[in-house]
């Protein structure tokens, strides 16, 4: 039976929802899954993976839990204990830590490396890939001794397939590469949950007319549990920073929900986030192009409609 690894990211201390779908993404009767993550106190997250499958929780511990925050003594960890349990297959989501930490193990293991997956055939070894700010879809067969793969988060919805998840504990003996530590992350203006990973997510254009008025996007999110995004003329404007961009040149989103707020709609919009499960516009122009391609169009003023919005979500929590 080969045995596929499902690495395991973490926010606040539990399990990040859209790995779900990586996991979903590598469930196959004939393989066995194994969830790699870091630290003792992952044990806890055995009666969580036991519903999608996973047959080995491992966590993986140092001596000095400090070492891994240096992505660089992360990747080694996950590669010992690739070529301890005799994994050739690693799932993982391209998300911000995906994105730092897979290319690392791939180039250590001159391994191939798919990042962005919209599905992977695990039995031809294939997997759909979008090209070309999603004008196309790649299908890639990948050979090797080992191949790595990042899922695009919340594209693959989760599906359960029940097992006995057994805990191994993994220590990660080898040398501590002490030149790189992160001693700081601070949170982007997006919000707590990442872009790239948010289930809803609420954007604002040109519309919005300045910076300060993305507070009322901000409190709307608050309740709803979502991200903040915008469009690249918010960004060029100064309104909000780029890492709030949505698009093709900034982040691609696969969100549940996405809320455009006073978006026109543009291609290079729209490329960053056509995978969305439900697209609502709010928009002054009926003809604005998001209003024919999303799913639920509000022809309106955003400034009367979010806060309406706001004021019914928190009186219906
Ligand atoms: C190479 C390249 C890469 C690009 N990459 C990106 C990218 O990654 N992301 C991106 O977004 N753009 C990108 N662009 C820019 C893109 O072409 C558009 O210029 C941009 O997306 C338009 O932003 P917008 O929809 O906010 O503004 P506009 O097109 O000006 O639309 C503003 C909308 O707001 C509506 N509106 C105004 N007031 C209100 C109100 N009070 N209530 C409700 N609606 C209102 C208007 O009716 C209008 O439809 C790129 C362009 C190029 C050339």
Redesign the pocket.
Same mark, same amino acid.
């Not at 031809?124 to 990948?142: G, Y």
């Not at 097992?163 to 501590?176: D, I, K, L, R, S």
């Given at each position: 039976m080969e045995k596929i690894a499902i690495l395991i990211e973490t926010r606040q201390g539990e399990i990040k929802p859209s790995l779900y779908g990586v996991i979903t993404a590598a469930q196959d009767a004939e393989h066995e899954l194994l969830a790699l993550a870091f630290g003792a106190d992952t044990a806890r997250f055995a009666d969580q993976l036991k519903p999608y499958g996973i047959h080995h929780l491992v966590t993986i511990t140092a001596p000095s839990a400090r070492s891994f925050s240096n992505p660089d003594n992360r990747a080694r960890a996950i590669i010992r204990a690739m070529d301890h349990f005799d994994i050739r297959t690693l799932f993982a989501l391209t998300s911000l830590a995906g994105k730092d930490l897979l290319p690392r193990i791939a180039a250590r293991l001159d391994a191939p490396l798919v990042m962005d997956c919209l599905a992977v055939n695990l039995v031809d070894s294939t997997v759909e890939k979008p090209q070309f700010s999603e004008k196309t879809i790649a299908t890639i067969r990948v050979t090797g001794h080992h191949r790595i793969f990042g899922i695009r988060p919340n594209m693959i919805e989760p599906k359960t397939m029940p097992v006995e998840t057994e805990t191994v504990v993994f220590n990660y003996q080898g040398t501590a590469d002490d030149r790189l530590e992160v001693v700081e992350t601070r949170q982007g203006k997006s919000g707590a949950i990442d872009l790239s990973e948010a289930e809803i997510i609420i954007s #604002?254009?040109?519309?919005?007319?300045n910076g300060e008025n993305f507070q009322i996007l901000q409190e709307c999110a608050q309740v709803m549990g979502a991200a903040v995004g @915008?469009?690249? $003329?918010? $960004?060029?404007n100064g309104w909000v920073p780029h890492s709030m961009? $949505? %698009?093709?040149? %900034?982040?691609t989103v696969c969100p549940k929900l996405y809320i @455009?707020?006073? *978006?026109?709609?543009? /291609?290079?919009?729209f490329?960053?986030m056509k995978t969305a499960g439900t697209i609502v516009c /709010?928009?002054?122009?009926p003809d604005? @192009?998001?209003m024919q391609q999303c799913d639920y169009g509000i022809a #309106?003023?955003?400034?009367? *409609?979010i806060p309406a919005l706001t004021r019914q979500l928190k009186a219906h929590r």
């Amino acid at each position: 039976m080969e045995k596929i690894a499902i690495l395991i990211e973490t926010r606040q201390g539990e399990i990040k929802p859209s790995l779900y779908g990586v996991i979903t993404a590598a469930q196959d009767a004939e393989h066995e899954l194994l969830a790699l993550a870091f630290g003792a106190d992952t044990a806890r997250f055995a009666d969580q993976l036991k519903p999608y499958g996973i047959h080995h929780l491992v966590t993986i511990t140092a001596p000095s839990a400090r070492s891994f925050s240096n992505p660089d003594n992360r990747a080694r960890a996950i590669i010992r204990a690739m070529d301890h349990f005799d994994i050739r297959t690693l799932f993982a989501l391209t998300s911000l830590a995906g994105k730092d930490l897979l290319p690392r193990i791939a180039a250590r293991l001159d391994a191939p490396l798919v990042m962005d997956c919209l599905a992977v055939n695990l039995v031809d070894s294939t997997v759909e890939k979008p090209q070309f700010s999603e004008k196309t879809i790649a299908t890639i067969r990948v050979t090797g001794h080992h191949r790595i793969f990042g899922i695009r988060p919340n594209m693959i919805e989760p599906k359960t397939m029940p097992v006995e998840t057994e805990t191994v504990v993994f220590n990660y003996q080898g040398t501590a590469d002490d030149r790189l530590e992160v001693v700081e992350t601070r949170q982007g203006k997006s919000g707590a949950i990442d872009l790239s990973e948010a289930e809803i997510i609420i954007s #604002g254009g040109r519309g919005m007319k300045n910076g300060e008025n993305f507070q009322i996007l901000q409190e709307c999110a608050q309740v709803m549990g979502a991200a903040v995004g @915008a469009s690249r $003329v918010a $960004v060029d404007n100064g309104w909000v920073p780029h890492s709030m961009q $949505v %698009g093709q040149t %900034g982040t691609t989103v696969c969100p549940k929900l996405y809320i @455009a707020c006073g *978006i026109s709609g543009s /291609i290079q919009h729209f490329a960053g986030m056509k995978t969305a499960g439900t697209i609502v516009c /709010i928009n002054t122009d009926p003809d604005a @192009a998001m209003m024919q391609q999303c799913d639920y169009g509000i022809a #309106g003023d955003l400034f009367k *409609i979010i806060p309406a919005l706001t004021r019914q979500l928190k009186a219906h929590r």
